[in-house]
């Protein structure tokens, strides 16, 4: 595979963003990485190179993307392939959390990935050519989560768009891709990138059961290998026709299947009813 493409690829110092933006650098890619705190991308990463440019980057605030993806583009004279993978978590039920907390969850998941992306595509319209690697969730195909309802709309709204995405930028030559990772073993559910909220409601049982099952057993023991969930996102940017939809890990392609099985067996339960309502 060739390895002359540029990578851009939001938080990156940590998770899933930093394992790719490893393997992409051990293969001679050329990567521009964006976190919050450009020491902590040279801390984990190194300094800038050739191949390698550490930026500073507030998801919010487009100025500040807008910047960045400039800089990019000076660095390496173009913007082959985006990955946006920054964002994070929040689990709360709906009643418990303010509107402050659910506000800021779509603010850095949905907006802040728009704000990428707005930013990136005219590159790849010029270019004529182009992939974007959105990263939602398996959260954002099945939502029976207690307590994930908010964390789970942002990932739906991210698979909507990017559904929308895909058939915008087509004529233009670029390639989009949908991830609905399952549980890999990162630091998501560690204090930093799950949040919980300020003002929790004792009566929500299974929404504290949740809390202390992904803050205990399920951190740190996580069946998902970030290192080949990178692998797949670097074969998978050489395709010619890649996926829109991509499940990664047993626990995705399960629960992707529960639901398309539990949708059609109530289409054909209700048929009558959906098919009555015409003129």
Avoid at 35 to 55: D, M, T, W
Wanted: net charge negative; charged share 20%; with cysteine.
């Amino acid at each position: 595979m060739e390895n002359n493409k540029v990578w851009f690829i939001t938080g990156a110092s940590k998770g899933l963003g930093l394992e790719l933006a490893k393997k992409l650098l051990s293969k001679g890619y050329k990567v521009a990485a964006t976190s919050r705190s450009e020491a902590s991308l040279i801390k984990v990463l190194g300094n800038s190179s050739e191949k390698f440019l550490p930026l500073e980057m507030d998801l919010v605030d487009e100025g500040s993307v807008k910047k960045a993806i400039e800089a990019t583009a000076s660095h390496f004279k173009t913007i082959d392939v985006l990955v946006n993978n920054a964002g994070y978590g929040l689990l709360g039920a709906l009643e418990e959390l303010t509107d402050e907390e659910s506000r800021k969850n779509y603010e850095v998941n949905v907006f802040g990935l728009l704000n990428v992306v707005r930013n990136t595509m005219p590159y790849m319209r010029a270019n004529k050519a182009g992939h974007i690697f959105n990263i939602s969730s398996v959260g954002g195909y099945y939502g029976e989560f207690p307590g994930w309802g908010i964390y789970c709309s942002t990932k739906f709204a991210v698979a909507g768009l990017t559904e929308s995405l895909a058939a915008e930028v087509k004529e233009f030559g670029v390639n989009v891709t949908l991830v609905y990772p399952g549980y890999f073993r990162t630091d998501f559910l560690k204090d930093s990138s799950l949040l919980l909220p300020q003002h929790p409601i004792a009566a929500y049982k299974e929404v504290r059961a949740s809390e202390d099952a992904h803050k205990g057993s399920i951190n740190e023991n996580q069946p998902g290998d970030p290192e080949k969930l990178a692998e797949v996102l670097i074969k998978m940017s050489h395709e010619e026709n890649p996926a829109l939809h991509l499940f990664l890990g047993q626990d995705a392609y399960d629960m992707a299947n529960q639901k398309i099985a539990s949708v059609q067996s109530q289409l054909e339960q209700w048929k009558a009813v959906s098919v009555s309502t015409g003129f």
